[in-house]
């Protein structure tokens, strides 16, 4: 028999509208939505609904979003599937999406989380605000590739490998002139494209450094146990069991690659087959068949 995991969208995945449909079928998830808006004191929900778009794409309230929506379409899955909730053995989330994946797997509770979330939002929005700075899709070349890339297009500027995503897509993130120079670059290079993403900065790089102490410093104040499953970390592509290494890679998580791929080839080594995507969007599944086409994954709608 497959075993399943469970994959948690990250920043990028919202879109106003989401989150609706399960706050006016699932109670629990309405739940979520309204103690939601007491912690972080505006009306979250009212944001995912009706938006205005750019006041949900923002970091500091797009990372919220995600993490609340996420947890509601999770809330769906175990009102209409309970045994595949049950059945799940291990998670693993695309950077902020490992937040949600450390309250499904027990580590951390709701309120915790989310209050984590915004202040990662905010940490890292302000750090992008203080360097102008962006990220860049790479598609169609090899790790070795972009490094090259990277090493070609940085001159004095940030420019280093964000997420290693699948096989031919790789995301840059660095200083705004240099993520310039490697976009017309690329192409030279071989790349199918390169593709400028709208993010407010260049995540998973140094430039998040000032978002680490504020960060680390809010984790030192969450009470966080041992996971119930394995989640497997961003930074290593690794499951981890005690709680103070949990919090240190989290930390690190802000300035380290996604490795994404690794994450799931682990995945895979460890017998796991049949995945779902719960939250927000169809990324996470289309990267899943870039990596692996022998595995199965199903989307939760939201």
């Not at 006016?24 to 939505?33: F, H, N």
């Not at 390169?194 to 995540?203: D, E, N, Q, R």
Request: glycine share 8%; charged share 20%; net charge negative.
């Amino acid at each position: 028999m497959s075993r399943i995991a469970f994959l948690f969208p990250g920043q990028g995945a919202q879109s106003v509208g989401m989150g609706q449909r399960l706050a006016e079928s699932v109670p629990e998830a309405r739940r979520l939505y309204d103690q939601a808006g007491e912690i972080l004191g505006y009306d979250l929900a009212k944001l995912c609904f009706e938006g205005p778009a750019e006041d949900l794409d923002s970091t500091v309230h797009s990372q919220p979003a995600l993490f609340v929506t996420s947890l509601a379409a999770l809330e769906s899955l175990r009102s209409q599937s309970p045994d595949v909730v049950l059945a799940c053995e291990a998670a693993a989330g695309l950077s902020l999406g490992e937040y949600t994946a450390m309250v499904f797997a027990g580590v951390m509770d709701f309120e915790s989380g989310l209050r984590l979330v915004q202040q990662r939002g905010a940490a890292m929005q302000e750090a992008a605000d203080a360097t102008p700075s962006g990220m860049v899709s790479i598609l169609g070349l090899e790790r070795i590739q972009v490094e090259a890339l990277c090493d070609q297009a940085r001159e004095d500027g940030v420019l280093e490998i964000a997420n290693l995503l699948c096989p031919g897509n790789i995301v840059i993130s660095g200083t705004n002139d240099a993520c310039e120079r490697a976009a017309e670059i690329a192409e030279k290079l071989g790349a199918l494209k390169a593709v400028p993403l709208a993010v407010a900065g260049a995540f998973h790089t140094e430039i998040m450094q000032p978002a680490v102490e504020r960060l680390a410093a809010a984790l030192a104040n969450v009470t966080m146990r041992r996971p119930t499953i394995p989640v497997i970390s961003n930074v290593d592509a690794q499951p981890h069991d005690d709680p103070e290494e949990i919090r240190r890679l989290l930390i690190k998580q802000v300035v380290e690659p996604v490795r994404w791929e690794d994450s799931i080839r682990y995945l895979a080594s460890q017998g796991f087959s049949q995945f779902y995507e719960v939250g927000p969007g169809r990324v996470l599944r289309g990267l899943l068949r870039r990596i692996d086409r022998n595995l199965s994954c199903q989307s939760v709608d939201v």
